[in-house]
């Protein structure tokens, strides 16, 4: 059985991108792949991975690479010197750990591990594929993407279009879509929670679920929810997830003014997610940028309507007025319509919820998904 390197650049945290690893990994020996993971420092997942019996090993970041990505994309000239300079080092370090490793082939889960890793790996001729969930554009880091790796597979058509086009014709071949996909199973006979939550059975329940960012689009949801608020005083909103120890994202917090607005409610990071995703009425979904939301699909599978921005894979996902509503990205008016139409139709809800709950099973199967993307990557160590 040969050895699979898998590259995760985000430790500290156990969020949709972690759990998608955790998904492949779970499924490896079932294609003869003997995984080891590699990330840039200790943290919950690590933790997570070992206790489940994975092979995890840790190359620690120089001091500008070990902050939350977004920072990095922020930083000024200097700055930006600063990270090439200390990256560059890195990179040749890697070398020595990847011989150590002896990889068959490398996948990345994310763009930081493909531009330290990644680069490392190409040196010494160790094929990699990396399995594209974010339709945001990169800038110019986006340039190397294609060309460092075998097998390119993405969540949505748009995520290919942060590429550029003459490397679409070049390398075309390498791109393919293989959406994310949903463990029914884990979303199924979970405890009702709601009494304990102090939710009545007649209140309609709006969820956000994820990381507060401005990507997400929290305030988005927030000026949607203040103008019907008062019209809906048997609904109410809660936010489930934190922010990232990051400047911005912490501003972008406060900046949401917590507690100032009636029945909108933070819970914060919950290690319960299926029973509050079987707990609420309607997930949203206000993203400025998302590859697809593996959220929309575990609201799905719980039989729960989406309404989601016209942004991404989200709009490839969601059928609007079938599974969910989709509204244009950003327009708060168009998001608070959407809102009250199913904050005043319980029968609506349940028909969307179905026939949503109908469509995760038929087109979004992770087990499925997850065989598709190992078989490609034990082609490449072959």
Known sequence: MKRYLFVESYPHVIAGQQRTLLSLLQRCRRHDIEPVVLTPGPGAYVDHLRDAGFEVHVAAYPESLGRYGGAIYRDGIRGRVSVMRQTAGYVWGLRSVL?????????????????????????????????????????????????????????????????PAWQRRIWGNRICRVPNGVDYGRFQNQPDIRSDLGWSPEQCVFGIVGT?????????????????????????????????????????????????????????????????????????????????????????????????????GIQETIVDDETGLLFETGDVDALAAAMARLAGDADLRRSMGQAGRKRAIEHYDRGEKMDQILGMLRELGE
């Not at 490398?106 to 680069?119: A, E, I, P, S």
């Not at 110019?140 to 590429?163: C, E, H, T």
């Open 99 to 163: 011989r150590q490793l002896d990889p068959a082939a490398v996948f990345y889960n994310d763009m930081r591990g493909l531009l330290t890793v990644g680069v490392a790996a190409k040196t010494m001729g160790v094929a990699g594929m990396i399995w594209d969930k974010l339709d945001k554009p990169h800038g110019k880091l986006d340039w190397f993407q294609l060309p460092l790796v075998r097998k390119n597979p993405i969540i949505s058509g748009p995520v290919a279009m942060k590429y």
């Open 212 to 312: 507060i960012t401005r990507r997400k689009g929290h305030d988005i949801l927030r000026r949607a929810w203040q103008t019907i608020a008062a019209d809906h005083p048997h609904a109410r909103v809660v936010a489930i997830g934190s922010w990232q120890d990051d400047p911005v994202d912490t501003e972008f917090y406060r900046s949401l003014e917590p507690d100032s607005v009636d029945r909108f409610d933070f819970l914060g990071q919950r290690p319960d997610v299926p029973e509050l995703m079987n707990a609420i009425d309607v997930l949203i979904i206000p993203s400025r940028h998302e590859g697809l939301g593996q959220v929309t699909l575990e609201a799905m599978a719980c039989g729960k309507p989406v309404i989601g921005s016209r942004t991404g």
